[in-house]
């Protein structure tokens, strides 16, 4: 299972209130592809419909994100926090114990 930080919960609910998602819709934390490196995949969030399988992260009976059977699978026990960075918000996933500087 990934954690959520009440911090992430909470711009992932602006962004869903700002965007205004038709029903059934949520931000979707799931695998993108090969990364530049050209092996492996990175993780990506999106828009998209929820899928068997997926973890959904809710807050006061609203879904605010599926996370995908691959990505909680391969990040089972990682933190997914909200970072601030020069570029602006953001958000980093990693170990809890690594602590949000090491994560973003």
């Not at 973890?55 to 059977?69: A, M, R």
């Not at 953001?90 to 994560?103: C, I």
């Amino acid at each position: 299972m990934i954690t959520v930080t009440q911090e992430a919960r909470r711009c992932i609910l602006h962004v869903k209130e700002e965007a205004g998602f038709p029903e059934g819709m949520a931000l979707r934390l799931d695998t993108a592809g090969a990364n530049r490196e050209g092996g492996g995949s990175r993780v990506a969030m999106y828009v998209d419909a929820p899928r068997q399988g997926d973890q959904h992260v809710e807050d006061w009976d609203e879904t605010l994100l599926y996370v995908s059977s691959m990505v909680c699978a391969a990040y089972d026990g990682c933190t997914l926090d909200l970072v601030e960075t020069p570029e602006g918000a953001g958000f980093s996933l990693g170990p809890p114990e690594a602590g949000r500087d090491a994560r973003s």
